[in-house]
């Protein structure tokens, strides 16, 4: 994969807006089309509103999309930081300061995103905990692989951070040789 293509895919993975780079890399779905339905649900959980048997049909049906999407998020994260970790930092001056400022962006993007999941992660937990306090069989182990599968995605951003970190590094100090 080039290059530019790559930031494109990484950018569009990142962003919560579709955008045009959506058609080159198809990965323009982004959390923010199915966190506001999860807030929301745990949200009523969080306020200790009355279950009624039609949010405990809500969670049932949703957690496991929920998960699913998790987990092909991670997987996106994945294949595009195994791709990210075989990209050259370029050789020219040029090159190397765009090739900065993309990294950059997209570490700002991930931050933004971690923190998002984490705020989403401490929702599940606490929901968790209210229905255990209560004895109710609403989050069984669907919900623990859930936090699971949260973690483990949490854990791919954290690990691509890393990786784009040394990447700016490395380019920076190859703009200093130049400069």
Same mark, same amino acid.
């Given at each position: ?38 807030? !929301? ?23 496991? !999309? ?37 990294? !950059? ?75």
């Amino acid at each position: 994969m080039k290059r530019r293509t790559l930031i494109i895919a990484l950018l569009t993975l990142l962003l919560p807006q579709k955008s045009e780079a959506a058609n080159l890399s198809g990965l323009a779905r982004s959390l923010k089309s199915y966190g506001p339905k999860a807030i !929301e649900v745990l949200d009523k959980i969080n306020k200790r509103v009355p279950e009624t048997d039609s949010t405990v049909d809500i969670l049932k049906k949703w957690t496991p !999309e929920w998960k699913d999407e998790i987990d092909s998020h991670r997987q996106q994260v994945e294949g595009l930081h195994a791709q990210l970790k075989q990209l050259p930092v370029p050789k020219q001056k040029s090159d190397l300061a765009e090739f900065i400022d993309d990294l !950059e962006v997209i570490c700002t993007l991930l931050d933004n995103e971690r923190n998002a999941l984490s705020k989403r992660r401490e929702k599940v937990r606490k929901a968790v905990d209210i229905c255990l306090k209560e004895k109710k069989a609403l989050f069984d182990c669907d919900d623990i692989f859930t936090q699971i599968k949260l973690a483990e995605y949490r854990s791919a951003l954290s690990s691509m951070r890393s990786t784009l970190t040394e990447k700016v590094e490395k380019a920076k100090k190859e703009l200093k040789k130049l400069t």
